[in-house]
């Protein structure tokens, strides 16, 4: 593991999405509530969240962090019948929350998946990435659609943030 007990605590927060897109069929059995697993959403939302909490066990050389908020919101998109994930992780401390979020957003996006299979096998999981991370020493990133805007970041290949 990376030691951080040199770096200064700071506000730490990261963003980041999966898609999931569903057939027309799929997208009616979630509007109408009529799944045989039952709540989607709220289980996805508590399935993410859980995940966040447990990232330093998934990955390796993860540090354990004592997270502060952890949120998950969906946007849905009828007309694409998909729904956006976004989870927003925070935390005061010496590392970032950025693979948090990441592994938010995608824990949250393969539970829809498990609770929609038995209407659809091939549900489609993409777009998983960091939207947003703020505090540390590099700064604050932001993602935009078609490129990416760095602000204050640092160069190299590895970033310990």
Not at 31 to 59: F, H, Y
Not at 132 to 159: L, M, R, V, Y
Request: proline share 2%.
């Amino acid at each position: 593991m990376v030691d951080v007990s040199a770096k200064q605590q700071t506000v730490r927060e990261a963003r980041a999405q999966a898609r999931v897109s569903l057939s027309a069929q799929c997208w009616a059995a979630l509007s109408a509530e009529n799944n045989p697993k039952g709540e989607v959403l709220g289980c996805a939302r508590l399935a993410g969240i859980m995940a966040a909490k447990k990232t330093s066990d998934l990955i390796p050389l993860c540090h354990p962090l004592m997270i502060s908020k952890v949120a998950i919101e969906f946007e849905l998109d009828e007309a694409q019948y998909q729904i956006r994930v976004e989870s927003r992780v925070r935390l005061t401390g010496t590392t970032g929350v950025e693979m948090e979020a990441l592994t938010a957003a995608s824990v949250a996006a393969l539970t829809i998946y498990d609770m929609l299979k038995a209407v659809q096998k091939d549900i489609v999981i993409s777009e998983v990435k960091l939207l947003e991370k703020s505090g540390g020493k590099s700064g604050h990133f932001i993602a935009e659609p078609g490129g990416e805007q760095h602000t204050n970041t640092k160069q190299g290949a590895c970033d310990e943030d």
